[in-house]
């Protein structure tokens, strides 16, 4: 009986953040094109439905009735599975994101959180390692083409990856220093307070006449965005995709569903790096202001309303920064993650350490 | 100035100049509408066309339904790209006047120069303003007289009058001698 209202409540609320990070997926296609047409002084999709709303609807039953073509040569076996094995684990990060406050309800006798799949006490490393699965996806599906752009894409993606991911993981740790902890739900806890407490300003971790003293992340907040826009192979690092050089890089031989799977693979997989921005380093649920407005019963909407600002602010960023900034060259690509973001992270990561060493006692 | 610069690197200033005039575009057109897009939504809106503008090329009338055309011949001569091909003959039972028995146009090939509307001695072709000819398949280009008068008839209803009753005391070579209208004394 307790197991099977623990699975039930499991499925429901897996259910839940799937069909919310589809929609999400869905809406952000449309959103990505509306904003960057409203900065461009054009007008995106206007056809399908009012002002376009429903272009995503449209999309989606034209991708599904496309014809799925497999090129002559490809691996089948490997064409197949690469979009399965990018889309995977960018859907199963959020299995760790905390989306609301930390509660527990008793269910039947079961203590069940409401507002997280599941609370496991590596979340960051969990989320850390299947990204990195992510990038074979991207790998195989351009060799599987038997095409040379596709290839190429595949490769560069290989390297960027590699390359980025190592910075991510860098700048996460001077949060893992403040927090002392992997579990998703225990950092954005520590960052509970006010914006003061976020990581981002970093108050609240000194102790005694010290408390003021704010640990600010922000060096590693900036690695932090720049990487994963690089990881996510969005402009300006949208080197394995890169249109005007590589036609479509690693997707370009996919068709049908399997490219709508890489879509969305990469439309999650900004979701989830938003997710991560703000729950490590804008204190995820928590508002800006001290407490919640709401009573204590109805808190976890505003919790949750925030944790939702929070994330569409950082996809707003992603389209604005695509709008604005054109793609870098692949030596500059190298450079600037090897020799400026890398330092700048490691740098970080021991002065942190100092003066957390320095404030805690 | 070397530490203005490291400055600047270190803030993504020049980043964030760029940043800055994207949104503000983005603000200027949804919160406080100063700009509109320079779209124009095409199948629902149309551009206002020139007022020279050349569209397909169609054949014209007389008011009494008669064409306009007396197949010279000299309109496929103008023609540099060889669209028009003319089969000229005779009225039956008028031996001085003729006509174009068919008459087709390759508007594949058609540039819209307007050559041979400038050719034509007596005015029978006009270009009109049409210009939404697409079609799936490319023998629908390929115009027949028939064709040609209907655009003819829908672009311009206001039709000229013969031109003997339009200059009546000026000889016309083509000038049918049945028709002649009396003179002025």
Redesign the interface.
Known sequence: METLVFAGAAVVKILIVMVTVLVTVAILTLAERKVLSWMQDRMGPMEVGPYGILQPIADGIKLFFKEDIVPAGANRFLFSLAPILSLVPALIGFAVVPYGPNREIELYGVTIKPFIITDINIGILYILAFTSIGAYGIILGGWASNNKYSLLGGLRAAAQVISYELNVGLAIISVLILSGSLSMVTIAEKQAGSILNWNVIGMGHGGGIWWWVPVTQIVAFVVYVISSVAETNRLPFDLPEADSELVAGWMTEYSGMRFAFFFMAEYANMILVSCIASVLFLGGYHAPYPGTLLPDKLSWIEGIAWFTVKVYAFLFLFFWLRATLPRLRYDQLMRFGWKVMLPLALGNIVVTAIVVYFLRD | MALAQWVKTLTFYE?LV??K???T??ID??LLRK?????L?YPHEKRDLPGTYRGMIALLRYDDGTDKCVGCDLCEAACPSRVITVISSEVEGEPMKRYAKEYYMDMTRCLFCGLCVQACPVDALAMTREYEWAKYNKRDLYLDKEQLLALGDRNFPVREKKLEFQHPNVAYFNIGHKNLPPKES
């Open positions: 980043i760029g940043m005039a994207t949104i575009v983005l057109r949804i700009r509109k897009a320079v779209t939504q």
